[in-house]
């Protein structure tokens, strides 16, 4: 799971640098660094990404346009040529088209459906601990899960949605499973996915003791029932839904600042 973005911009000219350290100014989580010395980059955590910043002075560039990324190694190369005229000038519209599409590239790798869902079972104590307030307010409640509704529909599953599941079926989304939870409560089942289309993993977590399980089983046959209600849940609680503000990884933060506030 990554929940920061280090841009490690390879140094260039002084505009160039620029227009790359102010690409993250709209995303806390987006951190550019100019020439990071490799003793700074160790120093970040797991949850945390670099992303190389490679500088072309080639006149041309592929039909990508003047920004690609290498779907291999996560490196962002950017055509200092598209917005730098001959004469040094600077052709600012093209410079802003650069400055927006590698924020967006960035934000890409932290709001993908596989990282939210990672960062959904990673903060899930969070969420449960503080279910009510994300029932009470739209904002929260209507953020991005990472979950599809379905193999063939595009619409996302709410945070809220799926607690609201999980809070009004305990019985269907509480599950003992062997290598599960050892204090004798039945752990709540966070998450479940198929492995390459075969086995299964299965996420648990105990709010009694705070154990967590990722568990390996060839069949989950509770599958279709939990996928079943939590559909149910998404159709009645977002009609007219609401398209929130927040990512999840805000949603988290908040959550996390008001139960500060309150103790």
């Known amino acids: 799971m990554t929940d920061k973005i280090i841009l490690n911009i390879q140094h260039s000219d002084d505009y160039t640098d620029y227009l790359l350290m102010t690409a993250g100014l709209t995303n806390k989580r987006i951190i550019p660094m100019v020439n990071p010395s490799s003793e700074k980059l160790k120093t970040a955590d797991c949850n945390t990404k670099v992303l190389r910043c490679l500088i072309s002075q080639d006149t041309t560039y592929d039909w990508c346009g003047p920004v690609t990324r290498d779907p291999e190694t996560g490196a962002i190369r950017v055509y200092s040529h598209y917005y730098l005229e001959d004469d040094g000038s600077i052709n600012s519209g093209h410079a802003e088209i650069v400055r927006q599409t590698v924020e967006e590239m960035a934000t890409r790798v932290l709001m993908s459906s596989i990282n939210l869902r990672e960062a959904y079972r990673l903060y899930f104590p969070v969420l449960w601990s503080q279910r009510d ?93 939990c996928e079943r209600a939590l559909e149910d849940a998404s159709l009645y609680y977002c009609q007219g839904r609401a398209v929130s503000p927040l990512s999840l990884f805000d949603l988290v933060d908040e959550l996390k600042d008001s139960s500060l506030r309150s103790e």
Do not use: H
Request: positive net charge; contains cysteine.
């Open 133 to 225: 307030k994300v029932y009470a307010d739209p904002k929260y409640f209507f953020v991005d899960s990472g979950r599809l509704e379905s193999l063939f529909a595009g619409d996302f599953m709410p945070v809220g949605a799926i607690l609201k599941a999980m809070d009004e079926d305990p019985s269907l989304f509480r599950i003992r499973l062997g290598g599960g939870c050892c204090c004798g409560q039945r752990p709540l089942l966070v998450d479940y996915d198929q492995v390459y289309g075969e086995n299964w993993a299965i996420y648990t977590w105990c709010p009694a003791c705070g154990a967590r399980r990722e568990i390996r089983a060839w069949n989950f046959q509770r599958s279709y029932k």
